[in-house]
């Protein structure tokens, strides 16, 4: 049987993989000056630039007419003042590059022995992020680090890759190199990556590849209920989720994880939603931190749509546009959790909290 989006798939698990093992690396060596401080005050680390070269690069040779819309672009690292970071990433993208082939794998992707590139070459595969997204055509996104905030703490964050066809996503695969294989079997270790293909189901591999396994979202029962939320509070309300929390009468406490790792923790059930309300400054969700996590939520049987019940719009450019947050959820429980928070936006707007 042939699979829709076959070839995709395969080159993004490739890139994904390449890219966890660097980011785990990295981490392992992290070094006080390796990390910047973007515009939006949010820190990017070497970590972030090389991952994002290394699927960029993959892509590239995989797919080079395609669009890729990616969170970091190259332009500090251009300047003089960049260079020692733009030395590290070169040598930790190459790394990454030039691993062993392993299975799924294609030199034809750019990858294997010898397939170093140059400094200007991986610069330029950075900077091949800055499509502007649209309502038409296929294109790429990369959140190279989700989650840098619990990167550097050492907690989770996820790798993050999804090709968008005509505002729809068709495949999402997010790498997770810190979350248990199992839960319920911690001694399995870490590290698994998450894959999604639009009609086709979703499913878990380990990192090494190995031990596919399908993902369904199970039914809960009312005293099981609980939300995945930010560990961030400037990146989601903390207080609106307890009221939605109290309205529901959900006993349990919320599961707090940084990156698109609740939308993987949400499809294999560990928590019965995903809540990310906005806080109120303005900000602006970004399609590569939902679009893999939207598919991968929606082929493991649950809904993802705003609080007016909407679907998210992936095709309005690089942002979600305006922002009435994100509510994800299984099929069975997701209704109940939308008319919540609906009631607790109408308290808040009446000033009852
Ligand atoms: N002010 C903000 N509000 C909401 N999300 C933010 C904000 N600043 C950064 N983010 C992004 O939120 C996501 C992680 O949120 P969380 O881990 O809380 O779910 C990341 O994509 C992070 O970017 P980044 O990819 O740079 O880490
Ligand atoms: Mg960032
Ligand atoms: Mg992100
Ligand atoms: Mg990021």
């Given at each position: 049987?042939?699979l829709?989006?076959?070839?995709?798939?395969?080159?993004?698990?490739?890139?994904?993989r390449?890219?966890?093992h660097?980011t785990?690396?990295?981490?392992?060596?992290?070094?006080?000056?390796?990390?910047?401080?973007?515009?939006?005050?949010?820190?990017?680390?070497?970590?972030?630039?090389?991952?994002?070269?290394?699927?960029?690069?993959?892509?590239w040779h995989?797919?080079?007419?395609?669009?890729?819309?990616?969170?970091?672009?190259?332009?500090?690292?251009?300047?003089?003042?960049?260079?020692?970071?733009?030395?590290?990433?070169?040598?930790?993208?190459?790394?990454?590059?030039?691993?062993?082939?392993?299975?799924?794998?294609?030199?034809?992707?750019?990858i294997?022995?010898?397939?170093?590139?140059?400094?200007?070459?991986l610069?330029?595969?950075?900077?091949?992020?800055?499509?502007?997204?649209?309502?038409?055509g296929?294109?790429?996104?990369?959140?190279?680090?989700?989650?840098?905030k619990?990167?550097?703490?050492?907690?989770?964050?996820?790798?993050?890759?999804?090709?968008?066809?005509?505002?729809?996503?068709?495949l999402?695969?997010?790498?997770?190199?810190?979350?248990?294989?199992?839960?319920?079997?911690?001694?399995?270790?870490?590290?698994?990556?998450?894959?999604?293909?639009?009609?086709?189901?979703?499913?878990?591999?380990?990192?090494?590849?190995?031990?596919?396994?399908?993902?369904r979202?199970?039914?809960?029962?009312?005293?099981?209920?609980?939300?995945?939320?930010?560990?961030?509070?400037?990146?989601?309300?903390?207080?609106?989720?307890?009221?939605?929390?109290?309205?529901?009468?959900?006993?349990?406490?919320?599961?707090?994880?940084?990156?698109?790792?609740?939308?993987?923790?949400?499809?294999?059930?560990?928590?019965?939603?995903?809540?990310?309300?906005?806080?109120?400054v303005?900000?602006?969700e970004?399609i590569?931190?939902?679009?893999?996590?939207?598919?991968?939520?929606?082929?493991?049987?649950?809904?993802?749509?705003?609080?007016?019940?909407?679907?998210?719009?992936?095709?309005?450019?690089?942002?979600?546009?305006?922002?009435?947050?994100?509510?994800?959820?299984?099929?069975?429980?997701?209704?109940?959790?939308?008319?919540?928070?609906?009631?607790?936006?109408n308290?808040?707007?009446?000033?009852?909290?």
């Amino acid at each position: 049987m042939s699979l829709a989006y076959a070839t995709e798939k395969q080159v993004a698990i490739a890139a994904v993989r390449r890219a966890c093992h660097l980011t785990s690396s990295v981490f392992n060596n992290l070094v006080t000056n390796e990390t910047l401080t973007k515009g939006d005050k949010s820190p990017v680390t070497v970590g972030d630039y090389a991952a994002q070269a290394v699927i960029s690069s993959v892509l590239w040779h995989a797919f080079p007419k395609d669009p890729i819309v990616g969170e970091e672009d190259a332009a500090e690292l251009r300047e003089e003042s960049g260079s020692a970071m733009r030395d590290r990433i070169v040598a930790l993208a190459n790394e990454a590059l030039a691993e062993e082939i392993t299975l799924g794998d294609n030199v034809d992707w750019g990858i294997g022995p010898g397939q170093e590139k140059t400094t200007e070459q991986l610069l330029d595969a950075i900077d091949r992020g800055n499509y502007p997204g649209g309502r038409t055509g296929r294109m790429w996104t990369i959140d190279p680090i989700d989650g840098t905030k619990g990167f550097l703490r050492g907690e989770q964050y996820a790798v993050c890759l999804s090709l968008i066809v005509d505002a729809q996503v068709q495949l999402g695969v997010i790498g997770c190199p810190n979350l248990l294989i199992d839960p319920a079997e911690p001694e399995l270790g870490r590290g698994v990556i998450f894959v999604a293909v639009k009609g086709h189901g979703a499913e878990q591999i380990r990192l090494s590849g190995a031990n596919p396994t399908p993902l369904r979202i199970p039914d809960f029962a009312q005293e099981e209920l609980s939300f995945l939320e930010s560990v961030e509070a400037a990146h989601s309300s903390h207080s609106f989720n307890d009221r939605v929390s109290a309205l529901l009468s959900i006993a349990r406490r919320p599961v707090r994880m940084d990156s698109q790792a609740k939308y993987g923790c949400l499809a294999r059930g560990e928590g019965a939603a995903y809540l990310r309300m906005p806080t109120g400054v303005g900000y602006r969700e970004k399609i590569w931190d939902h679009a893999p996590g939207a598919v991968l939520v929606e082929e493991a049987g649950g809904i993802v749509t705003d609080s007016r019940g909407l679907p998210l719009d992936f095709g309005l450019g690089r942002t979600l546009g305006e922002n009435f947050g994100v509510i994800a959820a299984g099929l069975g429980t997701h209704a109940r959790v939308l008319q919540a928070v609906q009631q607790a936006g109408n308290e808040q707007e009446n000033g009852k909290t």
